[in-house]
């Protein structure tokens, strides 16, 4: 167990824990942004569709099992801060049944879905055989990636932020290969994409699950910690249920954002699909960040030393705004060549693409500020803060802002761009006032 970040100086432990996870976090986000490259080199706007809108479904699923995973980590950094290792072991124990029957569930009823979904998002005519495809390949893949979601969340809570990252890093390389042969030479569009996908998914699980059994030498995992301890599995819930929540709600936010892109044809459904794969890779910054912030507030906390993880949300926030502004200015100049990067001499979806990324990339810095408060919260076993600032964001501007800009403004995507950043700012604010209300909770 690692409780070197409850001590020494709190900047060096923020970058150790957050530049492996980091890069881990962009090998993952490669996958993505793989498929939709080489898929763009290789077919036309049907196949880039599918695999923009398939992969935004399977994001959204991810990013809600890592959003529950968050509170394996809190209830394992807790422990670890406190020095309790028989804890450490009844959280991992749990954490693992806990997953692993969620996750076979999750596979037998989304495969149910896959029509409704497709229905939900109105995916384009001509993306709609490939995007069902696509699905149904994720779909059956789940298993593997909660799998490695939730392995590398108990490492986070053990404080080894590198381990992930070793094998992440070999399976994006397996990744790319599988993606070049299977929708290169064997012309499978996107069905390639997502079988290179599962695959590589399905080897850095095994990769991190031998790796796991080594650190269970240490910490002595036993079979009677896999048994249900109503105790732990309610902490594990209660924190990660309202992250999950939050995050699923984000995501269906972008997917509802999606289906009123999709219904402005397949140009407009490419270029907003496009941009919502390069947000996510801006994003892994201050999703790092939220990661970094919530597993050492979480071993301080468990430690006592809660002036220390007030320093670690200050440090956290500041690194987002200042990431945040100067991808926001760079986006200013250079948009349109961004996407150009995803399509093959389509200059309309270019185009489109650079009007929604100039003004959606204000969003890396106001959500930073928010997803730092997050995973303080969490930290504190307050996720449920979490929940209440993003549902009111969404609903009160994110999703409407989005419509009526589409409504008003139908030659540009600018104004469409500028909802989620102006969400993400009210969500900050929210969370300020939260947090200044609660100081003598976080003392």
């Given at each position: ?28 986000t490669?996958?993505?942004l793989?498929?939709?490259f080489?898929t ?6 049907a196949?880039?569709?599918?695999v ?7 994001h ?6 890592v959003?529950l ?10 422990q ?6 028989t ?12 997953f692993?029957?969620?996750?076979v ?11 409704p ?8 005519e ?13 779909f ?30 070999v ?29 590589s ?5 095994i ?6 059994k ?15 301890e109503p ?22 936010s ?6 009123i ?9 490419a ?23 919530s ?9 006592g030393k ?13 690194i ?7 991808v926001?200015i ?15 001499n ?12 100039k003004?959606?990339?204000?969003d ?61 700012l ?10 200044r ?5 976080w003392?």
């Amino acid at each position: 167990m690692n409780k070197e970040l409850t001590e020494g100086n709190i900047i060096k432990g923020m970058v150790r824990f957050s530049v492996p996870y980091l890069i881990a976090c962009f090998l993952q986000t490669f996958y993505g942004l793989a498929d939709l490259f080489i898929t763009g080199q290789f077919n036309g706007s049907a196949s880039i569709t599918a695999v923009s809108v398939g992969s935004q479904v399977m994001h959204m699923l991810t990013v809600m099992i890592v959003g529950l995973a968050m509170g394996a980590t809190v209830s394992i950094s807790r422990q670890v801060g406190a020095g309790n290792k028989t804890a450490v072991s009844k959280s991992i124990g749990n954490t693992v049944t806990l997953f692993l029957i969620s996750s076979v569930a999750a596979t037998f009823l989304l495969l149910l879905l896959i029509d409704p979904i497709l229905g939900a998002l109105s995916t384009p005519e001509e993306a709609l055989a490939e995007t069902r495809v696509y699905l149904t390949i994720c779909f059956a893949g789940i298993p593997f990636i909660t799998a490695y979601n939730v392995i590398s969340s108990i490492f986070r809570g053990l404080g080894d932020t590198k381990h992930p990252m070793y094998y992440v890093a070999v399976a994006g390389v397996i990744n790319v290969v599988l993606d070049y042969i299977l929708i290169g030479p064997f012309h499978m569009g996107a069905k390639g994409a997502a079988l290179a996908t599962v695959i590589s998914q399905a080897i850095s699980v095994i990769l991190a699950f031998f790796a796991l059994k080594k650190q269970n030498v240490e910490l002595d995992v036993k079979s009677s910690d896999l048994k249900f301890e109503p105790k732990t599995v309610r902490f594990i819930l209660a924190v990660g249920v309202p992250i999950a929540l939050q995050d699923g709600l984000i995501q269906i936010s972008f997917l509802i954002i999606t289906a009123i892109a999709n219904s402005r044809g397949v140009d407009v459904a490419a270029a907003v699909g496009i941009v919502e794969k390069i947000i996510g890779f801006l994003f892994l910054v201050p999703s790092a960040m939220l990661s970094t912030v919530s597993a050492l507030s979480a071993q301080n906390a468990g430690a006592g030393k809660h002036e220390r993880s007030r320093e670690v949300l200050k440090f956290g926030v500041a690194i987002c705004v200042g990431f945040g502004m100067v991808v926001f200015i760079i986006c200013q100049f250079i948009s349109p060549q961004i996407v150009s990067l995803f399509v093959n001499n389509n200059g309309r979806v270019a185009q489109l693409g650079g009007q929604y990324l100039k003004a959606y990339s204000l969003d890396c810095a106001f959500a930073g500020i928010h997803f730092c408060f997050s995973g303080f919260f969490s930290a504190y076993g307050k996720s449920l803060y979490s929940f209440v600032h993003n549902i009111i964001s969404i609903v009160t501007v994110r999703v409407p802002g989005a419509y009526l800009a589409s409504v008003l403004f139908p030659a540009t995507l600018y104004p469409m761009g500028l909802a989620a950043p102006l969400g993400s700012l009210l969500s900050a604010v929210i969370c300020v006032i939260l947090f200044r209300s609660g100081r003598n909770y976080w003392k």
